[in-house]
T-cell receptor, first 113, second 112 residues
Framework: DAMVIQNPRYQVTQFGKPVTLSCSQT?????MYWYQQKSSQAPKLLFH???????NEADTPDNFQSRRPNTSFCFLDIRSPGLGDAAMYLC????????????FGPGTRLTVL | GENVEQHPSTLSVQEGDSAVIKCTYS??????FPWYKQELGKRPQLIID?????GEKKDQRIAVTLNKTAKHFSLHITETQPEDSAVYFC???????????FGTGTRLTVIP
């Protein structure tokens, strides 16, 4: 059974055209994360939500925003995608008592034309 | 902040041989060390983890060792199989932090 679901799995957008990626979870975990992973690199944390509290990484560009309307869903908005934003975007979740144990979704591969 | 280094970046072994991947970390407060396996185009999957109150943990053909004094930890895979071929990431975290600090990854190829 899928626990962390990401939609779409593949997204193509044009340079500068806003795009939204979706993540949902059936685990009822408190914490949800968004990572960016470029080819042959480690996942890079963009931000995370602890319940409704938003935590941005210092080096995350302003171009990236996130929303978490409820426990189950979290969205990644890229306001004006550039060619350098083409990557795999991974969503992950963890439970508050063990925030370090993270469960990843299958990812959304973003292509920017 | 934490800095995790991982070696080697690529590793090729013959089927049946053992593979060892090593990571070092910089923050002595780190106390949780997971290993993730990522096959091409797929999600990172947790394969084993260790907390700082133990020095070694085994799960079938996979083991992880931790040396807190030296601040390094290693992944050991015995009797490797072609399906073990993937990129492996180590990571470090600490109590109260939500961040996982990842190593740069090791591409393991098991040659049949």
């Amino acid at each position: 059974d899928a626990m962390v679901i990401q939609n779409p799995r593949y997204q193509v957008t044009q340079f500068g055209k806003p795009v939204t990626l979706s993540c949902s979870q059936t685990l009822n975990h408190n914490v949800m994360y968004w990572y960016q992973q470029k080819s042959s690199q480690a996942p890079k944390l963009l931000f995370h939500y602890y319940d409704k509290d938003f935590n941005n990484e210092a080096d995350t560009p302003d171009n990236f925003q996130s929303r978490r309307p409820n426990t189950s869903f979290c969205f990644l908005d890229i306001r004006s995608p550039g060619l350098g934003d083409a990557a795999m975007y991974l969503c992950a979740t963890s439970i508050h008592s063990r925030p370090d144990t993270q469960y990843f979704g299958p990812g959304t591969r973003l292509t920017v034309l | 902040g934490e800095n995790v280094e991982q070696h080697p970046s690529t590793l090729s072994v013959q089927e049946g041989d053992s593979a060892v991947i090593k990571c070092t970390y910089s923050d002595s407060a780190s106390n949780y060390f997971p290993w993730y396996k990522q096959e091409l185009g797929k999600r990172p999957q947790l394969i084993i983890d260790i907390r700082s109150n133990v020095g070694e943990k085994k799960d079938q053909r996979i083991a992880v060792t931790l040396n807190k004094t030296a601040k390094h930890f290693s992944l050991h895979i015995t009797e490797t199989q072609p399906e073990d071929s993937a990129v492996y990431f180590c990571a470090a975290s600490k109590t109260g932090a939500n961040n996982l600090f990842f190593g740069t990854g090791t591409r393991l190829t098991v040659i049949p």
